[in-house]
Each structure stands twice: as C-alpha cells, then as structure tokens.
C-alpha cells in the first residue's frame, strides 16, 4: 500500500496552494455539474429529447458521478469498461476498479435511442441531467452476479429490481447534471468531494478517516470510532442514502435512529462529517466493496479508510485475515491508506470496552451478545445490557423493533420503552469510589443470615460505603404479600426479589440479599437475572446448630405440624457446591463471620479502601476490613 505522503498534492479545488490533501483517484476531480447560468438554456434542450426515468439506485449513481465521488469515471460505463470492471476489477487505463457504474435500459426504450444522440435523465419525474449516448450494449444480470458478487443467482437487489423491470440494455455514455446541488431530490447534511476539500483546508485538517457503515449503535463500535477519532483530525461517514433492503434481525431501518443517536450526541460536532454514499456495499462485503468505499474516500480527501468489524462484537480471526488481504491492491490503486480495525468487547476486569489487542483477559471475563440474542431482548421488551448500548439507543431501538415487527413482539413488554438514564452505573460506582454488587445470601433458617448482614451494613455505612440490605421478610410484608408459601410461590418471591436486587445493583448500590432460597435451580435464576455483580454467599450450618438456636421460632412450630413445606424440616435444603463467599457461622462468632465476609468483599474488589487503609493491609499481609476490634 502507498504512504499517505507519497500522494499528496495540490487539490484541484479553489484553495489552491493551500491544499495538501490527498490527490483525487487519477489525479483529477472529475465534476460535469452544469454551471447555473447553463442550466437554463440544458433545461429546454432535454425538454425536447427522449426521456430516461432513472431508479433510485442510479439517480444515487449519477449525483457521485457528477460531483466527482466516481473520478476519474465521467459518465455511464461502456461495454468495454464495463467487461475489464466485471471481470479483472481494473478501468481500460489499468486504474482498479471495485463496482460497475451502469444505467438499464428496456428494449422498448432502446428502440427509440442510438448511439451519437443525447437523452434527457429523469428522476421521479424531474429533468436531472443530459446523457450524450455513446454506446448501447446487451446486459446479462446471471453473469454479472457471478463476476461481481459470486453469487449464482440475481439476489443483489439492484440485478433483482432490473430484472423484474425487463431491463436488459446498459446505456453508455458522459453526464452533464442539471439538477442544483440545493435540490429538494438530494439527501440533506450532504457534502459534495470538492465542498469537502475545501472545508478540510479551512479547518487546517490533514488527517481525515472515512467511515463507511450503516450499523453503528454497538458500545463496542463506540469504542472503536472514538479511538479513530484520537489519531485523526476528523471523522467523515458515508451513510447510505436510504436503508438497504436486505433481510436481518436488526436492520437498517431498525439502528437508522440509533445510530444518529451515538454520532451526533456522543461524538464532538465540528469533528464528525455527514455524506451520503451511493449504496450500501457495506451489506455485501468483499475486496469489490472496499475498493470501491476506498475511491470514493480518497476523491473526498480522506487520507485514511477506516474498516470496522461488519459484526462488532463476535468476528472470527479468519474474517479479519479476509478484510487485511482485501485491502492489498495493486501499486496503481488507491492511495488511500485502509485501516483494518479488530471487533471490540467489554471486559469486566478491564473495566470498559477493549479488543484482543488491548486486552489481557480470558474469554470468560469479555461480555458479549450477538445481534441475534439482542433482537430477543428487544422483542421480549427487556432492558439491553449497559455494557452493549447506551440507554438513549437501547430505547431508540426498542422503539423501531416495536413498530416494526409489531406481529412478533411478545405482549408484555411490547409498549415499555424504560426512559434513557443520564446517569450510568459505572459513573454511580466511581461517585461512591467502590462496585456495585449483590451478596445474595442462602442458608437455612437460623443460620445468621440477617444478623450477619446487618453487621456488615453497619460496618460499611459507617465506612462511607453506599449498602443496604434486603431481607425476605420485609418483602413479604409489602410487594410480595400476596403470594403464600406453595413451592410456585416461593420462586416468584425470589423473582421479585432477583428484580428488584438488580435495579439497586444500577444504582451504584452494594445489597446483601438475605434469603434461604433453598434449590440450587431458584439459585441460578437469581443468578441469571442480576448477571455481572452477583456473588452467591453460603452461610454454613448445621440443621441441628440452626434449629438449637430457632431464634422465630419457626422449627418448633414447623415440627408441630403448623408450617408445612418447611425447609429442613419437611422440605430440602440444596447446599451450594461452589459458593463465591462460604462462611461458617457454627465454628466463628457473629463478629468472626462479619469480619471473614468483609475481607472477601474486599479480596473481591467490591470495597473503598483508603491509602492509610492500605498501607495497613500491606503491612499485616491482610485485608484492611479484617481486623481486631476491642
């Protein structure tokens, strides 16, 4: 590939000398926008000429033909163009080249036309440009998705919707644009390549990254923009001008709003450029489609093209090999220079989004969720995890999937849109200067649950820690006060309990969860619905230690005959094989038990610890929490 700074040149733009972008590709802005002092004079040539009613596809075609997006091309490929493009991905003067550029044409329509005469072009009925028709020659759609997308069928959807419109003519030929660069046709926040120059010039920017996606709402893409953005004086992203019609769980449309969302509020707004690409080759992939973004790119003035991920958070070694050896074209390619970026992840021990670069942790400490998994959640109405989506894009795409694909939403969460927070966890936890997390605590009744928890809390309020307890009584006598003790209502008690542990968990909050919670099966749904932050405590006694000290009264009355389906009496207790924290409350005191539990706590990271707290640590070999109190 070729150094940035073996192509730079004076732009062929009006800054003059004061350019010292990147050359265009071919070493010339090729613009055939009509002056408006000649658009009158066009306007009433093409009102007596044979009219072409151009496809959406190719109005978009002609705008980056005419504005010089496609240079060194000047107008409508022709046979022989189009053929050495097909087959070798090369122009007739030895220029790679990615994509065909070709205008369709019905037999009907042929017949009416000839090579050496002009044509009017129309888009939805208005007179867009004139065509000076050079050459009219048979197209083969099979082929063409053969050579071009190796593909055996007519899928792509611009083959598809000529096919269907008995298309089977290419029209060649130069274009003169007679519509305003202010027409009401063209996509809004546009900027042409020369427009671009210019405003990189006045802005004294040298090191401009192009970015050509569609599906940017990921943390991990996020992640992987704002690094680029470090190294570079401005990003400009090429968005297709409408959502491609492509089949996918979360589609264009559905991440459109979401991604506007991330550019426009979380990325600085005299650093981030908005144009609108031609099509969405980013949804077919492949060395065609990256040469063709590279072109386009380097005829804008970027000197760098920025390659994300096509899936930001699962993407296997070998596909990135794929997209490094894509990027290989000749010497006499681009001379834009590609940058092939790594798929991002959030890693809990790294505290925050990372690749396999940066990071060095195992699988087990990386968080990720496919788009397919994502889709679920947004259909069941369920909260997508900070750690993917900010909570303004969770919500936008919880909106668009909603009214979208309004048959499969599952009717519970079908209306909920959980309004976007300002303030996140993390930031919670670095105001409070330690983790969030839920202790939920098991063990069978009378094991010291409570009183345990309530020494610990008092510990740390005390120390400046944000703690609360939750205890199953006292949900029993409010939000769970309609459910009896049948073994289906106790698991919807621990449910409500999980919920409502994992809402204080957002807040920044430590909770300590006292529940028997007795089956290792309610266990691991408690466990599921928390997720991250949820450490399993087992308070180790014996039935007979528990029941000598019956501090409710529960196992005599249990052993009576008055509460049924009692656990250790007439129903099981499922120990815990592998705890997070084990504390046995038979061979330690209460204040042993606290003082074990607190230096677990802080073993695990969930603690604030001062520096004279620390100092003590290091010097006792111990955590600062275990330590003896007259």
Not at 116 to 145: C, H, K
Not at 218 to 239: G, P, V
Not at 613 to 626: Q, T
Request: proline share 6%.
């Amino acid at each position: 590939m070729k150094a940035q700074d073996s192509s730079l040149s004076h732009c062929p733009c009006s800054m003059g000398d004061r350019c010292r972008l990147i050359q265009p590709y071919g070493g010339r802005l090729e613009e055939s926008f009509a002056r408006a002092s000649e658009r009158p004079e066009l306007m009433q040539r093409l009102s007596s000429l044979p009219r072409v009613q151009l496809t959406r596809s190719e109005f978009r075609d002609l705008m980056m033909l005419g504005s010089g997006a496609y240079s060194p091309l000047t107008g409508f490929m022709d046979r022989q163009t189009y053929r050495e493009v097909c087959e070798a991905q090369l122009l007739p003067s030895g220029l790679p080249w990615g994509l065909p550029v070709t205008l369709a044409a019905t037999k009907r329509l042929v017949a009416r036309l000839e090579a050496g005469q002009e044509a009017a072009l129309y888009f939805n009925d208005e007179p867009v440009a004139l065509l000076r028709l050079q050459e009219i020659f048979p197209w083969d759609p099979l082929a063409e998705a053969k050579a071009v997308y190796a593909a055996d069928d007519i899928d792509h959807p611009v083959l598809a919707e000529r096919s269907k419109a008995r298309k089977h003519y290419l029209l060649a030929g130069p274009v003169r644009l007679v519509v305003a660069t202010d027409s009401r046709l063209l996509a809004k926040e546009h900027l042409w390549p020369k427009n671009a120059r210019c405003l990189f010039v006045e802005r004294d920017w040298t090191r401009v990254a192009a970015v050509h996606a569609n599906h940017l709402w990921h943390r991990a893409h996020e992640y992987l923009l704002k690094s680029a953005l470090e190294t570079s004086d401005a990003l400009l992203f090429h968005t297709p001008t409408e959502p491609p019609r492509h089949e996918g769980a979360l589609s264009s449309k559905v991440v459109a709003e979401a991604r506007d969302i991330l550019l426009r509020r979380f990325f600085p707004r005299d650093r981030v450029l908005w144009t609108h690409f031609a099509a969405d080759v980013t949804a077919y992939g492949g060395r065609r489609a990256i040469l063709h973004q590279a072109i386009v790119s380097q005829n804008y003035g970027c000197g760098h093209l920025i390659l994300l991920p096509d899936n930001p958070i699962s993407e296997s070694h070998g596909v990135v090999q794929d997209r490094h050896a894509a990027v290989r074209w000749p010497e006499a390619g681009p001379a834009i220079t590609p940058v092939v970026l790594s798929s991002a992840f959030h890693c809990d021990a790294c505290g925050g989004a990372a690749t396999g670069k940066s990071c060095p942790h195992n699988e087990e400490q990386r968080s990720r969720m496919s788009e397919e998994a994502v889709f679920d959640k947004l259909l069941a109405g369920e909260h997508l995890p900070s750690q993917v989506a900010r909570p303004e894009i969770a919500r936008a795409l919880s909106r668009a999937v909603s009214s979208l694909f309004a048959d499969k939403v599952i009717k519970r969460g079908r209306h909920i849109f959980p309004h976007a927070a300002e303030v996140s966890k993390e930031f919670r936890q670095t105001a409070a200067g330690h983790k969030a997390a839920i202790l939920w605590m098991t063990g069978l009744s009378g094991s010291g649950k409570s009183t345990i928890a309530r020494r610990v809390e008092k510990e740390l309020l005390m120390s400046g820690h944000r703690i609360f307890v939750l205890d199953g009584d006292g949900l029993r006598n409010g939000l769970c006060r309609d459910l009896d003790f049948s073994r289906d209502a106790r698991r919807e008690n621990l449910r409500r309990a999980a919920e409502v542990a994992k809402i204080m968990l957002e807040s920044g909050t430590l909770v300590i969860a006292s529940f028997i919670s007795p089956f290792r099966e309610e266990r691991q749904m408690v466990r599921e619905i928390i997720g991250k932050g949820f450490f399993e405590v087992y308070l180790e006694a014996s039935l007979e230690v528990c029941e000598s000290r019956d501090p409710k009264g529960l196992y005599s009355r249990a052993r009576a005959g008055i509460i049924p389906e009692f656990t250790g009496v007439s129903s099981p207790y499922e120990p815990p094989p592998t705890p997070d924290m084990r504390v046995n409350t038979v061979a330690r005191s209460i204040d042993e038990c606290a003082r074990q539990l607190l230096g677990d706590m802080a073993r695990a990271g969930l603690l604030r610890m001062t520096r004279f707290d620390r100092y003590l640590a290091e010097k006792k070999g111990s955590s600062p929490y275990v330590v003896q109190r007259n």
